[in-house]
């Protein structure tokens, strides 16, 4: 179901898309983690953006580790972060739902891509996106609250938090409403 739910997720936002929107920050400043002196005339902006993420450094952690290229660090982090919201619709819906042709049927509802109004964010985005990431923890953390395991709740939106502050806070006012 989650390998379901990753291919029409990526169908659905038009196909996964390295180095796109947001990415415009973010790849910058892994490349820049990887090697300090890259971007020597843009490092002031892009270390002004990089130093309230930690994503960065762990992305370029991983290339060292895995010797994997940007690129292929960005499309694992985007599938990651999928499965870990299917996880989280799974989890949520099965404390919500009365059988698991509804949460399969939520699981696919989700996988449509929905403009958030107001805003130019989409709920599910073609690229890796620290906020993708956040989002699926949040999920967990819901599924944690009604499981009534709230530290995992707490641990699950203060790892949020690490990916993506403003997603994280939205989902700290929810488990601790």
């Known amino acids: 179901a989650l ?8 169908a659905n936002g038009a196909g996964y898309r390295f180095g796109t929107s947001d990415q415009a920050a973010y790849v910058p400043a892994v490349v820049r983690a990887l090697n300090p002196a890259t971007f020597p005339r843009d490092h002031d902006l892009i270390d002004t953006q990089g130093q309230f993420f930690v994503l960065d450094e762990a992305l370029a ?16 982090a985007y599938l990651t972060a999928l499965v870990v919201i299917g996880m989280g619709v799974v989890a949520v819906g099965r404390g919500l739902l009365a059988s698991w042709t509804g949460t399969a ?8 891509r929905h403009r958030i109004p107001l805003t130019s964010v989409n709920s599910l985005e073609p690229y890796f996106h620290p906020r993708l990431l956040a989002f699926g923890l ?6 944690a609250v009604r499981q009534r395991r709230l530290a995992l709740a707490v641990a699950a939106v203060g790892a949020a938090a690490v990916c993506h502050v403003t997603t994280a806070v939205w989902f ?3 488990v601790g409403t």
């Open 3 to 10: 390998a379901a739910f990753v291919l029409l997720a990526t």
């Open 61 to 76: 952690t991983l290339s060292r580790a895995t010797g994997w290229s940007v690129p292929t660090v960005f499309l694992v």
């Open 105 to 112: 049927a939520l699981l696919g509802l989700v996988t449509l």
């Open 138 to 143: 949040g999920l967990l953390a819901v599924a």
């Open 172 to 174: 700290a006012v929810l």
